[in-house]
């Protein structure tokens, strides 16, 4: 949750900076962001690949708890498909590829954003957080009426770090395990599938 | 994107190995947080200084809104059949079922 604002906060005062006009040209001309995107891309898969929960995560896998983080990305796109077609103004691609940030607010906006453009990269970022902050505050409400998995499906890649402790405490202990399993598995897909979404699809 | 995904995987790789330094990996997780501040705060810019968006705020919250509900929706209730017919019997809350 601090870590959101403190995002939001750079977003927020980057966004000012530009609407006053308060920068160099240099920085709005020149767009360093690609440089970037390469190196927090290769610090990403260093934390990942550092994390021992990562690789724990084969030892346990087997068929019922891989139906976990499948069903997750089975749900999402199902249901931001037909956010899509409901929506006049948004294509299905679109829709899917906001959606297959899972709560991967940071990663999923930059990756959205390079590919196809601020706008979809903005509300990519604002649904995510939302997809976070909306898990945090409605976890124990969704266990009680759609089980246990609930605040798993809910929290999609933030069910392994931000929304664990509320998926733990409400779901029960036992569910720590495959939250942290459908986290990791939903985390390391984010870039494959927005980008195969957005380019291939 | 493909430099990237590549980028990403080799890291993973790495990553295996440089695990064994604890010291080294706070540093990494400090560097993920300054290129994700600094990504963000370019993507802001570049946001304040397009008028279309500026203009469309409205809008964009509204759609961000929309595919929020779209994708939780849809993911619990796929885990809630899930659930139902595959966890549930594992634990006390079975009874429901049978």
């Given at each position: 949750?601090?870590?959101?604002?403190i995002?939001?906060?750079?977003?927020?005062i980057?966004?000012?900076?530009?609407?006053?006009?308060f920068?160099?040209?240099?920085i709005?001309?020149?767009?360093?962001?690609m440089?970037?995107?390469?190196a927090?891309?290769?610090?990403?898969?260093?934390s990942?690949?550092?994390?021992?929960?990562?690789?724990?995560v084969i030892k346990?896998?087997?068929v019922?708890?891989l139906?976990?983080p499948?069903?997750?990305?089975v749900?999402t796109?199902g249901g931001?498909?037909l956010?899509?077609?409901i929506?006049?103004?948004?294509?299905?691609?679109?829709?899917m590829?906001?959606?297959?940030g899972?709560?991967?607010?940071?990663l999923?906006?930059?990756?959205?954003?390079?590919?196809h453009?601020e706008?979809?990269g903005?509300?990519?970022l604002l649904s995510?957080?939302l997809r976070?902050?909306?898990?945090?505050l409605?976890?124990?409400?969704?266990?009680?009426?759609?089980?246990?998995l609930?605040?798993?499906?809910?929290?999609?890649?933030?069910?392994?770090?931000?929304?664990?402790?509320?998926?733990?405490?409400y779901?029960?202990?036992?569910?720590?395990?495959?939250?942290i399993?459908?986290?990791?598995?939903?985390t390391?897909i984010?870039p494959?599938?927005?980008?195969?979404?957005?380019?291939?699809? | 994107m493909?430099?990237v995904?590549?980028?990403?995987?080799?890291g993973?790789?790495?990553?295996?190995?440089?695990?064994?330094?604890p010291?080294?990996l706070?540093?990494v997780?400090?560097?993920i947080?300054y290129?994700?501040?600094?990504?963000?705060f370019?993507?802001?810019?570049?946001?304040?200084v397009?008028?279309?968006?500026?203009?469309?705020?409205?809008?964009i919250?509204?759609k961000a809104v929309?595919?929020?509900f779209?994708?939780v929706?849809?993911?619990v209730?796929?885990?809630?059949?899930?659930y139902?017919t595959l966890?549930?019997?594992?634990?006390?809350?079975?009874?429901?079922e049978?």
């Amino acid at each position: 949750m601090k870590n959101s604002l403190i995002i939001l906060a750079f977003f927020s005062i980057g966004v000012l900076a530009g609407v006053f006009n308060f920068l160099p040209g240099f920085i709005v001309q020149n767009d360093y962001s690609m440089y970037a995107l390469y190196a927090l891309m290769f610090l990403v898969g260093i934390s990942i690949g550092a994390d021992k929960n990562s690789w724990k995560v084969i030892k346990q896998m087997n068929v019922k708890i891989l139906l976990v983080p499948v069903g997750v990305v089975v749900g999402t796109l199902g249901g931001t498909a037909l956010t899509g077609l409901i929506l006049s103004d948004l294509s299905i691609k679109e829709s899917m590829a906001v959606g297959a940030g899972f709560g991967y607010y940071s990663l999923s906006s930059i990756f959205i954003t390079q590919i196809h453009g601020e706008t979809l990269g903005v509300i990519a970022l604002l649904s995510n957080i939302l997809r976070e902050i909306f898990t945090l505050l409605a976890t124990p409400l969704l266990v009680v009426y759609f089980g246990k998995l609930a605040g798993i499906a809910s929290g999609g890649a933030t069910s392994m770090d931000t929304t664990m402790p509320v998926i733990v405490k409400y779901s029960g202990k036992e569910w720590g395990v495959i939250a942290i399993f459908s986290g990791v598995v939903l985390t390391i897909i984010v870039p494959f599938l927005v980008s195969f979404i957005l380019e291939i699809l | 994107m493909v430099t990237v995904l590549v980028l990403m995987t080799i890291g993973i790789f790495l990553g295996r190995f440089l695990g064994r330094i604890p010291d080294l990996l706070k540093v990494v997780e400090k560097l993920i947080s300054y290129a994700i501040f600094l990504l963000l705060f370019l993507l802001g810019i570049s946001v304040g200084v397009n008028k279309t968006i500026i203009d469309n705020l409205d809008k964009i919250g509204m759609k961000a809104v929309s595919i929020t509900f779209g994708a939780v929706a849809g993911s619990v209730l796929v885990l809630w059949v899930l659930y139902k017919t595959l966890f549930s019997t594992d634990t006390k809350e079975g009874q429901d079922e049978k």
